[in-house]
């Protein structure tokens, strides 16, 4: 709901930009190849990713993604077929948004951020991997970041300051990357 909001929200404010927008299932099996084929089909200048943390005040922008996964069910009671991500890729790979900027920008806008560099053992960091590693493939390198983005259940108020922040993060990306944007949550 929140990425579909966003998507629409952000299509009104940045009409000269063309986004590509897709809810990732929360399946180890599908959502790996789903990044490769959203890189394959858009080849996007931004890859952003939105996931949900609920249990958190403010936005959590990602600077790493770990080559790790936990042995933690799916969705759909899936397992992930190995502990890596990637057999013999990196153990970590870095954020090419600018994150500190995003945080500053955030907070000087009124909205709490923070940097984290463990983005979990779940899909979020298994999408984050993803997209970095698919990324780095592409002749036409495109930016990648993973954002944690706070929602309070039952609050709208709450959702559209989330939706709001996330325009933000949006914006001031791609204003370092501004033809095509890729917006994608798990």
């Known amino acids: 709901m929140i990425v579909k909001r966003l998507a629409r929200e952000a ?16 399946d180890w099996a599908r ?3 789903l990044i490769s084929e959203l890189h394959e089909r858009h080849d996007p200048v931004l890859a952003l990713h939105f996931g949900v943390a609920t249990s958190m005040r403010g936005f959590r922008i990602e600077t790493e993604a770990r080559n790790f996964c936990r042995m933690s069910p799916d969705a759909a009671g899936g397992l992930p ?10 153990s970590a790979l870095s954020t090419s948004i600018p994150a500190t900027a995003v945080a500053q920008h955030l907070e000087a ?3 709490e951020a ?22 780095s493939t592409r002749r036409d390198r495109c930016r990648v970041g993973f954002i944690h983005i706070p929602v309070e259940a039952g609050e709208p108020e709450a959702v559209d300051r ?5 325009l933000e993060v949006l914006k001031f990306s791609l204003h370092h990357a501004p033809q095509v944007a890729t917006l994608t949550s798990v």
């Open 114 to 135: 923070r940097l984290s560099d463990d983005a979990g053992g779940y899909l979020c960091n298994a999408v984050f991997y993803h997209s970095l590693l698919e990324a």
């Open 11 to 26: 299509r009104l404010a940045l009409p000269h930009v063309r986004f590509a927008v897709a809810v990732l299932p929360t």
């Open 109 to 111: 806008q009124g909205f």
């Open 162 to 166: 989330t939706v709001a922040g996330a």
């Open 81 to 90: 077929a190995s502990n890596c991500i990637c057999e013999g890729g990196a």
């Open 31 to 33: 959502a790996p190849g």
